[in-house]
T-cell receptor
Framework: GAGVSQTPSNKVTEKGKYVELRCDPI?????LYWYRQSLGQGPEFLIY????????DSGLPNDRFFAVRPEGSVSTLKIQRTERGDSAVYLC????????????FGEGSRLTVL | AQSVTQLGSHVSVSEGALVLLRCNYS??????LFWYVQYPNQGLQLLLK??????LVKGINGFEAEFKKSETSFHLTKPSAHMSDAAEYFC????????????FGSGTRLSIRP
């Protein structure tokens, strides 16, 4: 497609369950970012990929969070043993490179942990 | 380390009035600064950016922002508000660490009164 696609758009899960969120970036974009946005807050940086490798994962809150981008295109954010505090909108963005500052965002995946 | 602070989580103006959304930055190096907008039920999109050169930058939908180094500010303005401007606005800065990443402020919700 023409834009960044995120699936699912909504995910409701129970505390302790495992969740995967998928991001399909704009074709040709080498940089991919994951952010988390809680109600009333700005996007919080989680991880940044340049190609297949994680260039900066300093925003991942703990080892329950993990992200991959095995072929340098689609990325999956994985959350183990979900907690109620993980409830948020998870945003994915892509760009041509890290210096441009112009990120193209998807509409996000809303995660609710009951 | 680079950061941005947005003053005012909610701003309300009348249709046709001046819009002023405030952003101050902190940076030990010349900053790259951005404004993003998030319309209801849509992904974030770039409104405008400042990298180098002219300190007054123009963006989409009649918005502009001026980089003022002496005041460490990058306020967003629009001379005449329109109902369609109602949205959440985020100031952002590129942070240089192991890799460049975009860090967002907490956001300002703009409401337009008829």
């Amino acid at each position: 497609g023409a834009g960044v696609s995120q699936t699912p758009s909504n995910k409701v899960t129970e505390k302790g369950k495992y969740v995967e969120l998928r991001c399909d970036p704009i074709s040709g974009h080498t940089a991919l970012y994951w952010y988390r946005q809680s109600l009333g807050q700005g996007p919080e940086f989680l991880i940044y990929f340049q190609g297949t490798g994680a260039a900066d994962d300093s925003g991942l809150p703990n080892d329950r969070f993990f992200a991959v981008r095995p072929e340098g295109s689609v990325s999956t954010l994985k959350i183990q043993r979900t907690e109620r505090g993980d409830s948020a909108v998870y945003l994915c963005a892509s760009s041509w490179g890290e210096e441009t500052g112009e990120l193209f965002f998807g509409e996000g995946s809303r995660l609710t942990v009951l | 380390a680079q950061s941005v602070t947005q003053l005012g989580s909610h701003v309300s103006v009348s249709e046709g009035a001046l819009v002023l959304l405030r952003c101050n930055y902190s940076s030990s190096v010349p900053p790259y600064l951005f404004w993003y907008v998030q319309y209801p039920n849509q992904g974030l999109q770039l409104l405008l950016k400042y990298t180098t050169g002219a300190t007054l930058v123009k963006g989409i939908n009649g918005f502009e922002a001026e980089f003022k180094k002496s005041e460490t500010s990058f306020h967003l303005t629009k001379p005449s508000a329109h109902m369609s401007d109602a949205a959440e606005y985020f100031c952002a800065v590129i942070v240089y660490s192991s890799a460049s990443k975009i860090i967002f402020g907490s956001g300002t919700r703009l409401s337009i009164r008829p």
